[in-house]
């Protein structure tokens, strides 16, 4: 045996705790800090929200900090504020005029830096365009956009306005924003000539064009020249952004809205086709984007923070635009892919302007990774001095990478667990405080009853699983599925009384620690995004051939999941290969790219009980590990699961 020393490699579950450097500059410096505020949060939260809040502009004060019969909330209640300024107003008047709130980056290059005066008088001169096209209070803007900084100020504008913005992710199709804005009632949009993604223009314009063929509701239609991208104008109904801007004075008077006035409703999937409007209001939900960003991103005057999220995305909700903006932070904002031109980019605009918080998602860190520890390592990221984490578990093996390659072993990494119901982060660790282990979220935020119950409501023993639930209510919750309130009880407060089910799997550890294990219903999170599979289902069987279809998820390297189908042909059809791209495609264009299965199998006919339900959970084992060795007792035919076993084997 030889005796030479080898390097000690680290184990993929060390627990890396704060460096001192970072503690003794961090607002929470330690464990006993944390507990102790943690301890008057849960036992006083009037007390510690009320603190809180206080750090935002309010034009008239609340009376009562929770107002709270179950499942309904009233935060901050009798209080008058304005949102936008919190975000935009309190620093373009005081000594942040003149500080850039957003750095902003082109795909092709270009660049643009707005300062907070600047903001200030651009979001002021849209919200005046917004009325002047008629947008009262409580109206619904729908918003499909690049990621440009107009897009940050058409929801701002909305929010000055008393408007309720609705953001669609400008990768989601036509008829994705039918669906929005039938449910929305928006009568509204706001979008632009296309965007910038991988060297090419993405048309934005045509596809809303599209939905309005078929729905009738909306009046209007402002268009930004983004790209130079001929698009049609419809005159009576479509007019240029810069046109109406051009004549729009760059003073509006921001009126107070009631604590709890609507600010937007943002779609996200769940377990049935059709996707739930996340309702958020007003105080609560700044004060836990605000005190988020204070406390986990650490974030500081001088602090350059990067988020890469979209703002179609509840990330690019909470923290691009209200969390940060909130806190008078410079961000970077980035128009386009990751790869454009090589994955060289993010690394080059990190160095470029000195990014010192970065957020991304460990499906684009896995996606780095695969492409070569030479990209990052070609550019300077020392200014770098925090790391975050979001949208799925981030696999040890990406933490270390990240931890190492990125954040120079020096950063700590905040994993944040959160969702678009809960508008701010709810789970993560304090940087200058909490040790982290690769994989873990750590330990609730101030004010967060996080716990996980059994089936019968028992809080559950360290080490087994359960049902991830917050006991008490807080600031940023969501308040209401838009226009179902029946839904929104069924949906988080029927599984217990009282409290909220975030609908995730989890785990403590002994520390104390949650484990996130991933969703218990039926949707899937490819890529940091939720998919319903019931949504894709619907596509699918939306096309002319298709009979019925099942979808499941299965484990990818890349992407976290990866969407599987299988689809009955009805017996007018064919099986054939076109027939499979053409469904993939259908998909495409009916939900957005993101949801185009990886995997679709043809199925003579789907695993179903006697009653007649699909038995995705066979599906699922049969596409995860090829064979079946589940209980298969309920099966109505157990020739069919067999005849796609010897189909999958091929
Ligand atoms: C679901 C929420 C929150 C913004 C992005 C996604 C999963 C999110 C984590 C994390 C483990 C996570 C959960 C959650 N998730 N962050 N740090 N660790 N899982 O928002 O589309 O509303 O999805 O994403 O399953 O329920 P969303």
């Known amino acids: 045996m030889s005796s030479k020393k080898t390097t000690p490699t680290r184990a993929l579950d060390a627990v890396h705790k704060p460096s001192k450097e970072f503690s003794s500059k961090a607002r929470i410096p330690s464990m006993a800090a944390y507990k102790k505020l943690y301890k008057e949060s849960i036992e006083k939260p009037a007390v510690f929200w009320a603190r809180e809040a206080k750090e935002l502009v309010w034009q008239k004060p609340w009376s009562k900090v929770l107002n709270w019969k179950a499942p309904n909330a009233k ?157 049609q104008m419809q005159p009576d109904r479509d007019v240029w952004w810069h046109d109406e801007v051009a004549n729009a004075s760059s003073k509006h008077t921001a009126k107070g809205f009631d604590s709890e006035h609507p600010l937007f409703v943002l779609y996200t999937s769940g377990s049935t086709g059709k996707p739930k409007g996340i309702l958020h209001t007003s105080g609560g939900y700044l004060t836990g984007t605000y005190s988020t960003c204070k406390y986990i991103f650490d974030m500081r005057d001088d602090d350059v923070y990067w988020c890469t999220a979209d703002v179609g995305w509840i990330t690019g909700h909470s923290y691009i635009v209200y969390g940060p903006l909130a806190n008078g932070v410079t961000q970077v904002m980035y128009e386009g892919a990751p790869n454009a031109p090589d994955f060289g980019r993010f690394w080059k605009i990190v160095e470029e302007y000195g990014v010192t918080i970065f957020y991304t ?62 508008g701010s982060i709810l789970i993560s660790p304090l940087p200058g405080a909490t040790p982290c282990k690769p994989g873990t979220a750590t330990l609730p935020f101030f004010g967060i009853d996080a716990a996980i119950l059994d089936d019968a409501g028992n809080e559950v023993k360290a080490g087994q699983d359960g049902r991830l639930v917050i006991r008490k209510p807080w600031p940023s919750m969501i308040r209401s599925i838009y226009g179902d309130k029946e839904r929104y009880k069924k949906t988080y407060w029927s599984d217990y009384p009282g409290i909220y089910t975030a609908g995730d799997g989890a785990r403590r550890d002994k520390d104390g620690n949650f484990w996130i294990i991933g969703r218990l219903d039926d949707v899937l999170n490819v890529s940091g995004h939720r998919l319903g599979t019931a949504e894709i289902e619907s596509a699918l069987v939306s096309h002319p051939a298709v009979a019925e279809a099942a979808v499941v998820g299965r484990p990818d390297e890349m992407k976290g999941q990866a969407v599987a189908a299988f689809v009955t042909l009805k017996s007018t059809h064919t099986e054939s290969d076109a027939l499979l791209i053409e469904l993939r495609n259908h998909v495409g264009k009916v939900i957005g790219a993101i949801a185009k299965p990886d995997d679709l199998h043809f199925a003579p006919a789907l695993p179903k009980t006697r009653s007649g339900k699909i038995m995705r959970r066979l599906l699922k084992e049969l596409v995860c590990t090829g064979k079946i060795s589940g209980n298969i007792t309920t099966l109505e035919d157990v020739k069919v699961i067999e005849a796609l076993q010897s189909k999958l084997a091929k």
């Open 75 to 231: 935060w901050f209640e009798g209080g008058k504020l304005n949102v936008c300024e919190s975000c935009v107003d309190r620093h373009a008047t005081g000594p942040r005029k003149n500080k850039a709130a957003i750095i902003w980056e082109g795909e092709p290059g270009d660049k643009r830096v707005i300062t907070y005066g600047q903001l200030h008088k651009d979001v002021c001169r849209f919200a005046n365009v917004l009325q002047k096209n008629g947008v009262k209070s409580k109206d619904r803007v729908l918003i499909y956009m690049p990621m440009v900084p107009e897009a940050a100020v058409a929801m701002l504008a909305c929010a000055r306005i008393g408007a309720v913005h609705n953001v669609v992710f400008g990768g989601f199709a036509s008829e994705a924003i039918i669906d929005r804005l039938e449910d929305s009632g928006a009568s509204v949009i706001v979008t632009a000539d296309g965007g910038w993604r991988r060297g090419k223009v993405v048309p934005l314009k045509p596809v809303v064009d599209e939905a309005l063929t078929k729905c009738g509701q909306v009046k209007r239609v402002i268009v930004l020249n983004r790209c130079n991208h001929e698009v």
């Open 361 to 422: 998602a460990p499906t684009a860190i896995r996606a780095f990774i695969k492409a070569g520890n030479h990209f990052p390592a070609a550019h300077d990221l020392s200014s770098l001095r925090l790391l975050g984490s979001v949208g799925e578990p981030i696999n040890p093996e990406a933490w270390n990478w990240y931890h190492e390659h990125i954040g120079g072993g020096r950063c700590p990494i905040v994993d944040t667990w959160w969702q678009t119901e809960t």
